[in-house]
């Protein structure tokens, strides 16, 4: 982790792809403290180091030792909104379950999409590669039709374990995905490709209720865990532990291309020990939590929503009654992906009005949702600590022209000047203190005790 104190009214961020955005502060503000993660040392030969973890694996056996003729293997990959390696992982994989003997027509291959939209042909085909989608059985699993699903029990933590079939049927489960800070889980990747990413979502609600105790001030604090102390992982293991065999290849990620280390083994030690190596590139440092803070969604390809999260990664850093300001690359095709334009454009419709609404609206809407035990409970408390304690204001060109200049209690820009006006304006005068995370679809901070000043 790199830590800076520099002027920001020239900074550069990143913005998609392979573009930068100059960060225009007014010349008044402070010297901001800026926090890079560490990404250095990115891995020149993927497929030798690939092959290199398959073949001395964590806490497993090689996978083609695992199977034989006649074995059922379901794959199961990350979203698309990750820029997991999947395309470059398959080929390298199939190749060895058919060298030990598995057909054709006993592997499946499942995105796990969890609430997320179906995944469509042509994006499978993205994911995956034509040969794949062509040669194997691929799907997008129904998160709603329980006739898709077998039902395997229920967790001690009282989680109905409800698993798409071709994945809870198999002999063997391989689970491609990465590791990144996660806001209730810890840490994404590992079995919660299948919980809740090939769930139903009745198991995906009660998963996501763990950890979210109404006692409980700040449901962020869970990010960055340990496992063992992590109720959603918890509850995750429990199910994992009604399954079968499964054997994970998960990896830790920079920008897209830039792949640190890659890992193949039994799901548990895979996912602790690049945890562990999440934290010490990732995790910022402490410090005093600041007026303003500013957060780019890089390397987030792009998906507003999926966006948001970057805000919630940081909001430790940001004081109550501070700002909190997002930078959002925004891919105009991937603008609905997490949640239908259409039902941003209703939210965008009733204007500063709603979004004061919300505001005082949202704790008894997650009272009433916890009491109910809905599925939108999760939502709804991370959508509170977002907006009730601070001002989000977002820099987000194509949402702005395509839903206009309101989203609930969130105010959208697409000019700079103007954002940093409703920043001062918010602040009643310009910050004391600016605290920039860059990549903050990366880096993340926890274990700061927010201000009550």
Same mark, same amino acid.
């Given at each position: 982790m790199s830590r800076t104190t520099e002027r920001a009214e020239a900074l550069a961020v990143p913005w998609g792809e392979r573009d930068q955005l100059t960060l225009n502060l007014p010349e008044a503000w402070p010297e901001a403290d800026v926090i890079w993660p560490e990404v250095g040392g990115a891995i020149d030969d993927y497929e030798e180091a690939l092959i290199r973890a398959l073949d001395q694996p964590r806490g497993a056996a090689p996978i083609e030792t695992q199977v034989q003729a006649g074995s !059922? $293997?379901?794959?199961?990959?990350?979203?698309?909104?990750?820029? /997991?390696?999947?395309?470059?992982?398959?080929?390298? $994989?199939? !190749?060895?379950?058919?060298?030990?003997? $598995?057909? /054709?027509?006993?592997v499946s291959v499942s995105v796990g999409v969890g609430r997320h939209h179906a995944v469509s042909d042509s994006a499978m085909r993205r994911r995956l590669g034509d040969e794949v989608v062509e040669t194997y059985r691929c799907y997008s699993p129904p998160v709603d039709d329980l006739s898709h699903y077998v039902h395997l029990g229920t967790t001690p933590e009282g989680v109905p374990v409800r698993v798409f079939r071709p994945v809870a049927e198999a002999d063997l489960r391989i689970l491609i995905g990465s590791v990144l800070p996660h806001l209730q889980a810890g840490f994404g990747g590992g079995y919660k490709l299948i919980f809740p990413g090939t769930s139903h979502r009745s198991t995906l609600g009660a998963l996501h209720r763990q950890g979210l105790d109404p006692k409980q001030h700040d449901a962020a604090r869970l990010i960055g865990g340990e496992a063992a102390h992590n109720p959603m992982r918890q509850a995750i293991r429990a199910a994992a532990a009604m399954l079968g065999p499964c054997f994970s290849i998960s990896h830790l990620l920079g920008a897209p291309g830039e792949i640190f280390e890659v890992e193949a083994g039994h799901p548990d030690p895979v996912q602790d020990a690049l945890a562990n190596e999440v934290r010490r590139r990732y995790l910022a440092p402490e410090g005093a939590p600041v007026d303003l803070l500013i957060a780019g969604n890089h390397p987030w390809p792009g998906d507003p929503m999926q966006s948001f999260k970057v805000l919630l990664q940081h909001r430790a850093a940001c004081r109550r009654g501070g700002v909190l300001a997002g930078f959002f690359w925004t891919d105009a095709e991937e603008i609905d992906r997490s949640f239908p334009l259409r039902s941003l454009r209703m939210v965008a419709a009733v204007g500063r009005p709603g979004g004061w609404i919300a505001r005082r609206g949202l704790k008894l809407a997650e009272r009433i949702a916890a009491a109910r035990q809905a599925p939108a409970q999760f939502l709804l408390r991370w959508a509170r600590e977002l907006v009730v304690d601070r001002t989000v204001l977002v820099y987000a060109p194509p949402l702005y022209e395509r839903i206009g200049p309101q989203l609930g209690p969130v105010r959208l820009f697409a000019d700079q000047a103007a954002l940093w006006r409703a920043a001062h304006a918010a602040l009643g005068g310009g910050p004391k203190s600016v605290r920039i995370f860059p990549q903050g679809g990366l880096t993340y901070a926890t274990g700061q005790e927010p201000s009550t000043r």
């Open positions: !059922k $293997v379901a794959i199961v990959v990350d979203d698309p909104s990750r820029w /997991t390696p999947v395309r470059e992982v398959l080929p390298i $994989v199939l !190749k060895r379950l058919h060298g030990a003997g $598995v057909r /054709t027509e006993d």
